[in-house]
């Protein structure tokens, strides 16, 4: 059973670290639904427990963090190893159960200035780049890099072109790029090496919403082409 090869291991004094062995499978999901529910079994195990302060999945692991002065190390591990052996039940869809998260995107030209050389390396028209990327349903595998960047899993075969041989110094927010099985939009201006090829308005992170971040692991993404009249008139059903 993949829950007797989960390694535990502290992450100094802040966290206790779960990872999967790594022959479970991020491209294809696995990873993702294995972690979804052994994070839904800690927070049952760690539910009252002072001293966690949060629990938060990565692309092979999860981190359960927390004060070590209010809650004894050991008593970390026995419950995450009584998390780990009650986490083989229902399949747990997401962190946020039903969350589906549809963002505009204008393809190409300035906005998207890698298109036609992914159009051009998959041996597809541009057009045809972008309705496969639309047509995809993805998955939010894990947060990270900067606040509110969403790594997206299911980004389909003929798309799946490596990253730029040399990384732009700045990238700019809500640009949407693609590298190897992944899509993902950039939620600040950063430098990064992504195939870019769309950007949208909406904003991926933003301390004034209750939740900052829009998007959370195992929500759903889909992607939907507009206009550039449509970009610069505003998204109220979007933001």
Do not use: C, N
Request: overall charge negative.
């Amino acid at each position: 059973m993949i829950e007797d090869k989960v390694r535990l291991e502290f992450m100094g004094d802040q966290a206790l670290l779960l990872r999967l062995p790594e022959d479970v499978s991020i491209e294809t999901g696995e990873a993702l639904d294995r972690l979804l529910s052994l994070r839904a079994a800690l927070l049952r195990e760690f539910e009252g427990v002072r001293g966690i302060e949060d629990i938060i999945i990565g692309y092979r692991s999860v981190a359960v963090y927390a004060r070590f002065e209010d809650v004894a190390p050991e008593d970390l591990l026995a419950r995450a190893r009584r998390a780990i052996q009650g986490s083989g039940g229902a399949p747990v869809a997401s962190t946020r159960p039903g969350a589906v998260v549809t963002l505009p995107v204008v393809y190409g030209g300035s906005f998207g200035p890698d298109l036609d050389e992914v159009a051009e390396r998959a041996g597809l028209s541009p057009q045809d780049v972008i309705r496969l990327h639309q047509e995809a349903v993805y998955r939010v595998a894990m947060v990270g890099f900067s606040p509110g960047f969403a790594y997206l899993i299911g980004l389909p075969e003929p798309l799946r072109v490596p990253r730029r041989e040399t990384p732009r110094s700045r990238v700019e927010q809500g640009s949407v790029g693609i590298a190897g099985f992944q899509t993902g939009v950039y939620s600040f201006a950063t430098p990064g090496g992504w195939q870019i090829i769309g950007r949208t308005p909406v904003a991926l992170f933003d301390v004034r919403r209750s939740s900052p971040s829009l998007l959370a692991p195992g929500d759903e993404v889909r992607f939907e082409a507009v206009t550039e009249e449509e970009y610069h008139g505003g998204f109220g059903a979007y933001t």
